[in-house]
């Protein structure tokens, strides 16, 4: 799907989908022709993501902020992130908005790779990223979530916030479970990350909610380099 030949809807049309579609779904106990109603509308969602996204390469997913800006430290490093991946012949994906997701698009496909995304619809819009090469407009965040691990063989953690820990730990989860490969789980930033990685290794698995062997689940990286080096080590 090309970011031309697709434009997202128009704002008034995304408000009132969401307001009528994941938050009534979340809202409660509903009459059942309702929750029939959202689960048809979910799984027409997850077909047109699958028709959309077809490519041959290996993919690697890049989480984080949609907050930090061109210039921020860790816009450039996610940049540099997007480019390096892509030099090594993996398509990036991000969730396809700003931030941190537009740095790994626009390092990807600034050095010829294959840029991905999977956009949200949010009250507060938000809009996909120019440096996308194909997209989705998504409604529900756990379709979303789908689509961001089911296509990728490597995850890559930049700094964030709530939705960059919940998909981070997802992945995690799932691989606890066993319900997802040990894909490598690439934190970049040591110092963004060092007080996170020492709770899950000192308090969780003292506390035994962790195995040690999980507590090692998430790599730390602070370079680009190193990011290639693990995905490539372990893919």
Known sequence: MNVNQHPPPQRGS???HVEGAEKAFLAG????EADLESAVRIFLEFLRAFES???AQPCVTVFGSARFQEGHRYYDLAREVG???AKAGYAVMTGGGSGIMEAANRGAREAGGLSIGCNITLP???KPNKYLDRFIQLDHFFVRKVMLVKYSSAFVVMPGGFGTLDEAFEIATLMQTNKLEHFPLVA???DFWAEL???A???LVREGTLSPEEARFIHIVDTASDVVRLVRENV
């Open 53 to 55: 996204f077809e490519f």
């Open 124 to 126: 507060r819009e938000q």
């Open 201 to 203: 290794r000192d308090t």
């Open 29 to 32: 106990p509903r009459a059942r």
């Open 14 to 16: 995304l408000l009132s």
């Open 83 to 85: 480019a390096e991946l």
């Open 197 to 199: 990685i020492d709770f």
């Open 188 to 190: 970049v930033g040591s």
